[in-house]
């Protein structure tokens, strides 16, 4: 069964500072990866997606995500942050064959402070 | 523009009543799911429907109910059964029952307190 585990449960990080965030996987073979971003009281938006390809994807809002195949690793990263990044972030696991359905990360807090 | 609608945002329950949460789609989506958000656990997925007229259970499915009679439609009850039921509830749907490069699109939720 696939997995997915997100070892932050909360980061802070001062305004324009970068900002990584982790995110391992297991399974078995190339998954579909994606992250979501949530702000508070709303439900999740796509940033972006990994399923073949270039390992480097680009999202929106200036974020990017590299797939290491080695390391089971999908982590976000973007180089400076925006206060309005503050939100909840959450990396999901998919696979590529089967009915399996996405597996949500327990996600990561992020605190931008001035 | 195409999305998911959920309804009400807020909605109070008293002890011992059922309650219904409303979802609705105009993508054109298959498959929809419902989720429960309570502070720091991630999504616990309730149950979801990759077909009209079908429905199966997910992970934490007691005390709740729902129907798919329209592919459009996807609402779930809340039951008096459900003794904890304060929470952050969100649906979502995708293109079909497997998982595809668009992921799956969430509706804004719906934030139910017991009163």
């Known amino acids: 069964a696939q997995s997915v585990t997100q070892p932050d449960i909360h980061i802070t990080v001062s305004e324009g500072a970068s900002l990584e965030l982790r995110c391992n996987y297991s399974y078995g073979a190339t998954p579909y990866l994606f992250w979501y971003v949530q702000s508070p009281g709303q439900g999740l938006q796509l940033l972006l997606k990994y399923f073949s390809g270039d390992t480097l994807v680009q999202g929106i809002k200036g974020f990017e995500a590299e797939f290491k195949r080695s390391q089971s690793s999908f982590n976000l990263r973007k180089p400076s942050v925006h206060w309005s990044d503050a939100a909840e972030y959450f990396c999901a696991v998919g696979a590529l064959v089967g009915n399996e359905k996405l597996t949500f990360g327990t996600g990561t807090r992020l605190t931008i402070i001035p | ?115």
């Open chain 2, 1 to 115: 523009d195409g999305g998911i609608t959920q309804s009400p945002k807020y909605l109070f329950r008293k002890e011992g009543q059922n309650v219904t949460l409303s979802c609705e789609q105009n993508l054109n989506h298959d498959a929809m799911y419902w989720y429960r958000q309570d502070p720091g656990q991630g999504l616990r997925l309730i149950y979801y429907s990759q077909i009209v007229n079908d429905f199966q259970k997910g992970d934490i499915a007691e005390g709740y109910s729902v129907s798919r009679e329209k592919k459009e439609s996807f609402p779930l009850t809340v039951t008096s059964a459900q003794k904890n039921p304060t929470a952050f509830y969100l649906c979502a749907s995708s293109i079909g029952d497997r998982v595809s490069g668009d992921g799956y699109t969430f509706g804004s939720g719906t934030r139910l307190t017991v009163v």
